[in-house]
């Protein structure tokens, strides 16, 4: 069975949003920004899941672990502040965010965490 280990990004102070990554590249990625070895792609994107899971209990929706990557830039469609996805969930994986997809480009890595 895959390890899961969770890390958590911060848009803004106080506003945390913890994600699970299953692929042990992924995670080794994840890690390598945090020790400041991966200087590029560094922010998170991947798809919204429109529930809440257990793990990131602040927030409504959770970011499929499967879809999950690491981008230095992205397009404007699928960038979004979490709080404002958060009260626009509704609205989300139609005109805004489409596919679910989610890309914050102010999202900044800050630490593994255990849930």
Partial sequence: MAET????????PGQEFIF???DPARIQQARDIL?????MAVHVMGRIVKRQAPYNPRWSYHLDPATIAF???AIEVCDANMGYV???????CGAFLPGCHWCPWDSKLVREVTP
């Avoid at 280990?5 to 803004?12: A, D, G, I, L, S």
């Fill in 5 to 12: 280990v969770y890390f958590t990004f911060m848009q803004r």
């Fill in 20 to 22: 699970a990554l299953t």
């Fill in 35 to 39: 020790s400041g070895k991966e200087t």
């Fill in 71 to 73: 981008f230095p830039m």
């Fill in 86 to 92: 958060e009260e626009h969930l509704d609205e989300a």
